[in-house]
């Protein structure tokens, strides 16, 4: 089975913190060895997106990088852009899956995803935005969905009262 993820980005998460990062990967490590999947997809965004394609690498599961169209990470911190460099390197393969930059690119990415993906993994905390939008075009094409924002609701309560 291939696990497509969805999720927000480091605003919606707690920021842009190691311990942020840290945590986000441990509950993407933690969730792929239950699961087991045979490989994961990941739309390539900082945030959730990153962590599934790090914890994929640690687990030596193969990952594609769902891109949503060339010079995605253009706009990025150059330290960032060198982080989304080396997972692209990683990648089992890399899919760009539009030509125009913009949200439309981002919902045909979010589709692409749905569509190859046996199961989403998603870490959404209910409110609008891309990520909602992916999660609704998994449930209209009837993709099951495990939602993991109560424990790292959890998991961010912790680390910010540390």
């Not at 990470?73 to 760009?96: C, D, F, M, V």
């Amino acid at each position: 089975m291939i696990i497509a993820a969805t999720g927000h980005r480091p605003d919606k998460l707690g920021g842009h913190s190691e311990g942020v990062r840290r945590r986000l990967r441990s509950l993407a490590i933690d969730y792929l060895q239950a699961e087991q999947p045979d490989a994961v997809i990941s739309g390539m965004a900082r945030g959730w997106d990153q962590a599934i394609a790090e914890a994929a690498i640690e687990l030596h599961l193969p990952f594609i990088a769902a891109v949503p169209f060339e010079g995605q990470a253009k706009r990025w911190p150059p330290e960032s852009q060198a982080h989304y460099a080396r997972l692209l390197g990683q990648a089992a393969s890399i899919e760009i899956v539009s030509e125009f930059p913009g949200a439309r690119a981002m919902q045909q990415r979010n589709e692409w995803m749905v569509d190859r993906g046996g199961k989403m993994c998603a870490l959404w905390d209910g409110s609008m935005g891309g990520t909602f939008n992916c999660i609704r075009y998994a449930k209209k094409v009837g993709r099951p969905i495990d939602n993991l924002w109560p424990r790292w609701a959890n998991d961010l309560r912790d680390l910010l009262s540390s």
